[in-house]
């Protein structure tokens, strides 16, 4: 074999790839938002056929000969190819150390869990969804054995979502965000509490609102040429190519707030998809580094950006002028006090910004102890709920709002909780940084973010996958990650909100 | 070979291609209906893919074995699927009889074509797009004769789209319909015109409009479980398996009754799709007979029932609740005589019940003459506006309105239009046959449908692809085929309406 017939062969077949991963995504893109409900039985047949031919492509023999070469021929290979073999590589080596039996089994455990873990959840029957919990959780810790023997399974299952992070360092991020928001929460809650009332009550048109979501990314500047905005059950948003990324949005016709941040989040992430470099196109480069670099940016648009006090004020006349008997009366800094209102809740994808992470904090305890067998899958809704009272101060009534919310674990997503709150303290970190060279809330003013976006394309957007995600964070910060600026950022701004001083 | 493993073969290639033919008719549909602009280009990719994925599948000498073993072993087989071999050699012949040089060229040329030729309606340009319509007819007359060297191209061209049809059906059908239709045309544009001003200088919202859509396709009882609705520039449905079927509108805020009847026309399509046999998914029979069958039973719904004077009465008060001020002192009668409104036109996607086979049968006339050389492709402009003068009496501005404005010859579809007449008329014969046995206008009146699609079920929709077209349709009617039950019914109503007696 030579480097150039290598070569060829790793292109082909990652073209196929994502074509096929294309193919896949718009399907359940369409299942998501447009698709009628019978459909779904025939869209499954088809999903698998394409699965099956993805996993043809991914494990065949010449592949695994070309990418084998190439890793041994790095002289031969520009930087940015010898980046894709490598992360080509991890990711086969994993696939590779499950047995074939295992590996399509646990396919259709999730296929199963998938439906189970809904109808538990409406029935809030945790009972019928433990087995298929524990089985999920058996088959992780075995793969995780199968690809690195030696290493802490837990490690290993963190690391496939977060290049690098383990236990331990998660442990000491948490810790960190525990001792600072735990009693900040608490003084928070023994102050009067942000007055929202005006929100309710009233009519918010979808129609109506879908314009506001056109106002909102056109600002956020998403370049809709290149983005779809479609309507789900769930927000979301998912790529297929830099020139198309499709972000969703739920509207809540009591309250325009829910959709609001639904679009700044999903236009966040849509950002830093349609900005990845040009000449990582088509490549196993292109698009967003890890699920934490995405949620720091996206989090990043819709909270240090989206519930700023310099945003609201920039874009309330829009809401009165959308919204004129709604929101008669009110004025743009009772707004800001009611999209930043803190209170413990029951539901992750619903807290604010103060209370977020100690849903996500919940979550990865019992992921770790799950793992480590410190935790059995019956005592589940009791661990949980006693976390619930210990950080967030409440009672969960029933598993519905419980340990059934999340479709994580039914659909295999073991580990991926804490990009979520890494996501938010990363976030806090280059806001820190970017202030440093760019008028944040000047730029916020004056109505054109592009001093803001241009900055993250500079230092996040443009590098796809180039580096692993914390080598990534750390180019940008110029300083290693630290989550104080995440829990200084929470202290001065609940602080002020809430008159603690 | 066994014929099991016959069997096998057949039936596991069949599956993988109506997956993919899923997977490309989901990336279309998005396409047309909600994907950002700019998204084409990486759609086309993922297309060609999976296309050249479906060419390999069909002409997999494997299957080519099997269809053949199978085809010389009937007496093992059961109906369904001695029919079902037959179609896929049918189509299987074709492909194979053309060089495979020649075919991927085609797909190319389409390619190309259907770029050009958007720039040049645009543009009102012929001459860019003529040496591409030259191309796409001598491609089309070259691979006829591969296939059928003792036949006239055109025939063979005909018989792709509706099995059977030839030249000299087709010009009695068209001689028939001419003889009639264009006198009766010339007494009705001497009658006074029917008043159709109070529908227009007014607003109907889009959002009213997709309220009246669900009303409508309710009424017709398409299931809406099993149907989605998009929005598109021009509407259109597609269809993946009998639970899953798209129909789309486009509504235009100046005029309720282009959606009106779009929705109603679409429904109809989707209402075939949806009542196929249960015995025929997921084999080569199910859907539709043939395009003119499809158009039908579409014109059926939209014109036999949509524009009867009993259907406006049945929905003129929901009208009249959805759009109060819009309506206010328009009676039923009025609105009977607006949606029925006759008048030569430009442009056939826009023309009424009346015209339009004329329409149709200029393009019929044109494609003939490309075929057998009578007519030169520079000629077409010329050609095109003569006739137009001849059949419809009106002059036509620019090609863009006239030899530019079908899309069906870049993309491809050479012999397809007869297809649209015939299915007008051919639902005109079965209206008549129903009625034998079914209270048809009692059934409108009353709001329930379901005696007519119930009708329509027994006798067309369950069938699928199990007869060739014209049998299907004699079997329906208990006699041949008559072109006079159409010129009937066209005289005898706009008789009426016009008051030509």
């Not at 070569?7 to 994502?18: C, W």
């Not at 039996?101 to 439906?115: C, H, M, R, S, W």
């Not at 929202?196 to 314009?211: A, H, I, N």
Request: with cysteine; net charge negative.
């Amino acid at each position: 074999m030579t480097t150039q017939e290598a070569k060829t062969i790793f292109r082909g077949h990652v073209a196929q790839m994502k074509a096929l991963r294309h193919a896949m995504g718009i399907l359940s893109y369409d299942g998501a938002t447009t698709a009628p409900v019978e459909s779904a039985e025939g869209r499954g047949r088809t999903l698998a056929y394409l699965s099956g031919c993805s996993y043809e492509i991914q494990t065949d023999p010449a592949l695994e000969e070309a990418a084998r070469y190439l890793s041994q021929h790095p002289e031969e290979l520009s930087e940015l190819e010898r980046r894709e073999i490598q992360l080509f590589r991890r990711g086969s080596e994993y696939t590779a150390s499950i047995p074939r039996d295992e590996f399509v089994g646990y396919t259709t455990l999730l296929n199963k869990a998938d439906a189970v873990w809904h109808k538990a959840k409406l029935d809030s029957d945790f009972a019928s969804f433990a087995p298929l919990i524990r089985e999920i959780f058996d088959a992780n810790v075995r793969f995780a054995k199968y690809y690195k023997p030696d290493q802490a399974p837990y490690d290993t299952q963190l690391s496939r979502y977060e290049q690098g992070l383990t236990m331990a360092r998660t442990d000491a991020f948490f810790g960190a965000l525990k001792e600072r928001i735990v009693p900040l929460l608490k003084r928070v809650m023994a102050r009067p509490q942000v007055d929202d009332s005006f929100l309710w009550g009233k009519v918010y048109p979808t129609e109506v609102q879908r314009k506001f979501t056109d106002y909102l990314l056109e600002l956020i500047t998403v370049d809709r040429r290149r983005c779809g905005v479609g309507e789900t059950e769930h927000p979301f948003t998912t790529f297929f190519n830099k020139k198309d990324v499709r972000v969703t949005t739920h509207y809540h016709e009591e309250n325009p707030v829910y959709s609001m941040y639904s679009v700044i989040h999903e236009g966040g992430h849509a950002l830093y998809e349609l900005h990845s470099g040009d000449e990582l196109e088509g490549t196993l480069l292109s698009g967003g580094a890890s699920m934490s670099i995405h949620e720091s940016q996206s989090r990043f648009m819709e909270n240090y950006i989206g519930r700023s006090r310099a945003f609201i004020e920039l874009i309330f006349p829009k809401m009165q002028e959308l919204f004129p008997e709604q929101l008669a009366g009110v004025t743009a800094e009772q707004m800001y006090l009611a999209v930043n209102k803190a209170q413990p809740s029951l539901i992750r994808t619903e807290a604010d910004e103060l209370t977020y992470a100690l849903h996500v904090l919940v979550r990865y305890e019992i992921e770790k102890g799950l793992f480590d067998g410190s935790i059995a899958v019956e005592e589940l809704p009791g661990v949980w709920n006693a976390k619930y009272r210990e950080y967030l101060g409440i009672d969960v009534p029933d598993d519905r709002r419980g340990v059934l919310q999340d479709s994580h674990w039914s659909n295999g997503n073991v580990g991926y909780f804490p990009s979520y709150a890494l996501g938010s303290a990363y976030g806090a970190q280059l806001l820190a940084k970017m202030k440093q060279s760019v008028d944040v809330e000047g730029a916020i003013r004056s109505g054109d973010l592009r001093p803001i976006t241009g900055w993250l394309e500079e230092h996040i957007w443009k590098y796809g996958k180039r580096y692993d995600p914390l080598e990534l964070l750390e180019k940008a910060l110029g300083e290693p990650f630290d989550p104080r600026y995440f829990t200084d950022y929470l202290e001065e701004k609940f602080t002020k909100i809430y008159g603690l001083d």
